[in-house]
Structures are given as C-alpha cells and as structure tokens.
C-alpha cells in the first residue's frame, strides 16, 4: 500500500514536474519570437549578440529598449492576472469568476478612466486611484453579498451588478468627453504599446507584493474549496478568509490597470487550462496558473503587433477573442459551476 502511495506520489510530482518544464519552454520560446518579430524583423543571432553586448546601436535600441521590457511586463501582467483569477475561483467556488467579471477590474478601470477624462492633471496618480476603484468595488460587493454570512452566489450576483452599473457610467463618462478618447480607448483595450523599464519595475513591485501574499493564501484557498464546515472544521476562519483572498486578488488585478489598462478573461482562462493540467490543489494550481498566464498573455501580444503589418491589435483585443469562444466551451463542457 505503501509503494501504491509513493508510485502515485511520484507520478504526480513527474506530470507537474513536466507540466512546468514544458510552460517555462514555452515562455522562453514565445519571448524570443516576440523580440524577433517587428516592424523590422531581427535574427536569433542579431538577439544573442545584443544580449552579450556585441550588436549595433539600431539592434540594441530596438531590443533592449523597445521589445524585452514590453515582453518582460507582458509576462508580469499576464502572471498577476491569473494568479488573481485563480483566488477568485477559490472564494467562489466557481471556475467562472475573475476580476473582470465580478467587477473588481471594473472598479479600477472606472477610477482611472474618471481620473484620465476629468482630471487630466493627476495622470500620474492613476495606479493610486485604480487601487482605491478596486478596493471599493470589493467593498461594495460584499456589503451587498453580506446576509448572516458571505455566500459566494450573493457575491457573483453582487459583482455582476457592480460590473454592469458601473459599466454604464463608464459608457456614460466616454459619450460626454467623447473628444478626449485616444488615450481612453487604448486603456479600455489593454495595451503594451510603449512600455519602458520604469513599468517594468513598477510591475515588479506590484508584482512580489501581491505573490508573495497570494502564495501564503495557499492554505485557505485550498480549504475554502472543501465547503464551508469543511473549512471550519479545519480551522479556518472562512469569512475572513474570503475577505483576503479577495483582498489579494483586487490588488493584482488593480495593478494590472492601473498599468496596461483592461485585459480580460485571463483570470478566467488561465487557471482552467492549469486545472486541467495538474488538477485543483492550490500548491501546485497557483504556480501553474502564473506561468499559464504569462505564456497566454505574452503570445497575445506577440500576435496583436505581428499577425497584421502596420497595425498593432491590442492585447485586451487579442484575449477577448480567443478568450470568449474558450469561456463558450467551457460553458458547453461543463453544464453545472457550482465546485471549483
């Protein structure tokens, strides 16, 4: 019995081992085709040889200036979104949920687009205001969802209906200064274009914080998934559990707003797919989910700006259109949400 144990044991951890190799070779793979693909086209030998400080002043303006940083942040946001998505998943108990649609990005969105069409002049407090958008709609959500308890269907139906309200004062906000929308537009579609190392290290930053709290969720959001008298059987408190995941969660989602703008349905996407692959426990899911996402993302975008020449599709485009017909499938799959 014993050996059947540690056999199984062993398997588990080959699949996630591979699992893993295979993510992390895909990252690589899809950054160094992002670094090559362009408006001007560069080798793999062209890419090495700046990298080891042997290419031209053109070659290494377009790669370490241009291509790496916006390839780097593609790799952090598409991280902190599904890793976000994934907590989510877990307060819910519903494979369904992410920031976007029970209205935590949309809180974020909505403060930084009041704050970019009415007042201009406090630009570079976005990322502030953004963080203050989520955690309000996080708030509300669960002053709305709160009867005796936090159910998790009171808390999708809240966020739905936080999302739609304040979906139609974004729409609303957009019509009355519909003069001032190019810079709007490329936030409400998500976009890497121009980013520079200050993002990346900004990200960065955003990025460890919120990690590194979501990994010490692990726990919690592994006994949130048993059911609630499960969990307090365990010990835990889960209200308050509820309540920091969440918490965790907003933050990386108003992080990635507040520095790309709005990219969809990969917390919703991304920890599905690394379901799938290595199952539902959080030690191993949460991982997977990062570097699913990162991959997902970083593609996306390398598609967007190469798939069609002179034009750059962004990447909130990019996901929503792979992304729906995946979020249809699911639907179409798996006819009851109501487990993780």
């Not at 949920?97 to 403060?111: L, R, Y």
């Not at 970019?116 to 969802?145: D, E, H, K, Q, R």
């Not at 889960?238 to 990635?256: C, G």
Request: aromatic share 8%; hydrophobic share 50%; net charge positive.
């Amino acid at each position: 019995m014993k050996n059947k144990n540690k056999n199984k044991t062993g398997n588990s951890l080959l699949k996630v081992s591979t699992v893993w190799l295979v993510l992390i070779i895909a990252i690589v793979g899809v950054f160094l085709l992002s670094v090559m693909l362009g408006s001007s086209r560069l080798s793999l030998e062209q890419i090495f040889n700046v990298f080891l400080g042997k290419g031209t002043k053109s070659e290494y303006a377009i790669v370490m200036t241009l291509r790496v940083p916006r390839a780097v942040l593609a790799i952090i946001v598409g991280g902190c979104l599904s890793v976000a998505g994934s907590l989510l998943q877990a307060v819910m108990k519903n494979p369904l949920a992410d920031p976007g649609s029970i209205g935590v990005s949309a809180g974020a969105s909505t403060a930084a687009i009041t704050i970019l069409l009415l007042f201009p002049n406090l630009t570079y407090s976005v990322p502030l205001f953004a963080f203050a958008g989520a955690a309000l709609a996080c708030v509300l959500i669960y002053l709305m969802a709160w009867k005796g308890g936090v159910d998790p269907v009171r808390i999708i139906l809240s966020g739905v209906a936080i999302n739609s309200v304040l979906g139609g004062y974004n729409a609303f906000l957009q019509l009355q200064n519909s003069d001032n929308l190019q810079g709007v537009l490329s936030f409400m579609n998500g976009s890497f274009s121009g980013s520079m190392w200050q993002e990346v290290k900004v990200m960065g930053i955003y990025a460890v914080v919120g990690l590194v709290a979501s990994f010490a969720c692990i726990k919690n959001a592994n006994a949130l998934q048993l059911g609630d008298e499960m969990a307090k059987n365990l010990g835990v408190r889960v209200n308050l559990s509820r309540i920091a995941l969440s918490a965790v969660s907003a933050f990386l989602a108003a992080a990635t707003v507040s520095q790309v703008g709005m990219i969809g349905f990969v917390g919703l996407v991304a920890p599905h797919i690394s379901r799938m692959l290595v199952g539902s426990d959080y030690k191993v899911l949460l991982p997977t989910s990062l570097l699913t996402g990162s991959a997902m993302v970083l593609l996306a975008d390398t598609v967007g700006r190469s798939v069609w020449p002179g034009t750059e599709i962004p990447v909130g485009v990019m996901m929503s259109v792979f992304g729906g017909p995946f979020f249809l499938y699911m639907l179409r799959k798996r006819g009851n949400f109501n487990g993780a």
